[in-house]
Structures are given as structure tokens and as C-alpha cells.
């Protein structure tokens, strides 16, 4: 079983899915983790993402691995734990130019769709429902209000220590928005069927309640 969750950036996706997993004792698969980890390994390798060949080359020599562990996802980059690496600054500003270029996301999808093969998952990201998963048993498409969304992501950034105005988070959340939905492959859309959660007035528990609600009915 597929439970997919697509979404704009910090609309609660994460907290939510991982909650969500847990609760129906599903493996929890984070595919953004997936496309920071690639702009990772090129921009540590110093590749110009505008230089197709390169980037393609980059993606073929990389060892990605992503995993739950008790409460987390670790994402190993050719061995190294990256878990934590993947969120900063760099890779948040330049991960949406990497993941519009189609040979990641055909390298990206395929794992993703090895791990759906093998277990029931949780899944979030962009284009789970619609390219991804097309037949997800649940569809998931959450939305909040942009200014919540950034006071979420600052506190999420301050706890790691990173020092952000409210007006830079929400800068580079419409920004990241806009090439997400704009993007020629997989752009960022809600599928016809899936269902709409606004997150704006929700909390954590209720977000979970409404999905896990889904699920339940459905499977009774
Ligand atoms: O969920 P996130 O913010 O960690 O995702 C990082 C970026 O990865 C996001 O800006 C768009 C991209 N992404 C994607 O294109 N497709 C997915 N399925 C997941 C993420």
C-alpha cells in the first residue's frame, strides 16, 4: 500500500508523513531527502548543474542510500551520513535547478519506485501522486498559507543553529514554489483525485487524525 503526500515546501508534509508511517507501522520515505543528497554530491564536486553531461555523470557514480531509523531518516551520501549535511542553506538555494533536470528525477524516481515495490510506504514529495505512485491507494495534497509555512521552516532552521530572517525563508519559499510548479518534468500539481489538506489552521495531531481517518475507512 501507497500513501502518497505531495505538497509545497514546509507545508507539513514531513512531520505529518513520518507521524503517519509510525502510526500505520509503514516505512516512511522522504523523497526530497533524495534530490538535497544529489545537489549535495554536485556541489561538493564543484559540477557546474548547468553542464548536462557532467550532472548525468555526477548522478551515475553516486551511492545513495535512505533508510528509517527509530524515529529518522538517514540518508548516506557513498557511505558518509548526510542526514543533516542535505538541509543546509547551499543545497535548500540550488536543489530545485537539480531536481528539474529529467536524468535526476528518472535516477530518483526508480529508487523510489524499488522501495514502493518491496514495502507499504508513506511517501512525500512533489510528483508522488501523479508520476511516481499514479496508483497510490491515497492521495494526499497539502497546502498552508505562505507565511505559515516560513515561520515554520525559520524554527526549523534556528534549531539548527542557522540565523535567517522570516523574510529570506519566505523569499526562498515562493521562489523554490515557482520552479517547482513551473518545471517541464514532474512539476509540482495536486492529482485530480487526491485529496486537499490546508494545514493552515491545523495542528500536527490533526493533520495526522485526517489521513490515518482516510485510511482506516477506506480499508474497513
Ligand atoms: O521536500 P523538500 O523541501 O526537502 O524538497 C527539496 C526539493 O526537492 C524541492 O524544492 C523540490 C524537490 N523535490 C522534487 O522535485 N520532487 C520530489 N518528489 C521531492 C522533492
Known amino acids: 500500500m501507497i500513501v502518497a503526500i505531495d505538497g509545497p515546501a514546509a507545508s507539513g508534509k ?8 509510525k502510526k500505520l507501522k509503514m516505512t516512511y520515505l522522504d523523497t526530497g531527502a533524495m534530490y538535497r543528497a544529489v545537489t549535495l554530491a554536485l556541489l561538493r564536486s564543484n559540477t557546474d548543474l548547468d553542464d548536462y553531461d557532467s550532472v548525468c555523470q555526477v548522478v551515475d ?4 542510500d535512505i ?4 524515529a529518522k531518516t ?8 548526510v542526514s543533516q549535511a542535505i538541509r543546509s542553506m547551499p543545497v535548500t538555494e ?8 529529467k536524468y535526476v528525477r528518472e535516477a530518483m524516481v526508480e529508487i523510489q519506485r524499488n522501495i514502493g515495490k518491496k514495502t507499504n510506504c508513506v511517501v512525500e514529495g512533489r510528483d508522488i501522486g501523479t508520476v511516481v505512485f499514479p496508483d497510490a491507494e491515497f492521495k ?3 497546502v498552508a498559507d505562505v507565511k505559515m509555512r516560513a515561520e515554520r521552516r525559520l524554527k526549523e532552521l534556528h534549531e539548527m543553529g542557522e540565523n535567517r530572517s522570516l523574510q529570506e525563508v519566505m523569499t526562498d519559499l515562493k521562489r523554490r514554489d ?3 510548479s513551473t518545471r517541464s518534468h514532474s512539476p509540482l500539481q495536486k492529482a485530480d483525485e487526491a485529496i486537499e489538506i490546508d494545514t493552515s489552521m491545523l495542528s500536527i495531531d490533526q493533520q495526522v487524525g485526517k489521513i490515518i481517518n482516510l485510511v482506516r475507512e477506506k480499508n474497513n
Do not use: H, P, R, W
Not at 514531513?14 to 508511517?21: L, P
Not at 557514480?61 to 545513495?64: P, Q, S, T
Not at 538517514?74 to 551520513?81: A, C, I, M, Q
Open 67 to 70: 533508510y528509517d531509523q527509530g
Open 178 to 180: 515557482e520552479k517547482d
Open 74 to 81: 538517514v540518508v548516506k551520501l557513498d557511505g558518509e551520513d
Open 14 to 21: 514531513s512531520t505529518t508523513a513520518k507521524m503517519v508511517a
Open 140 to 142: 494526499i495534497f497539502m
Open 94 to 101: 540550488n536543489v530545485s535547478a537539480v531536481s528539474a533536470v
Open 61 to 64: 557514480e553516486l551511492e545513495l
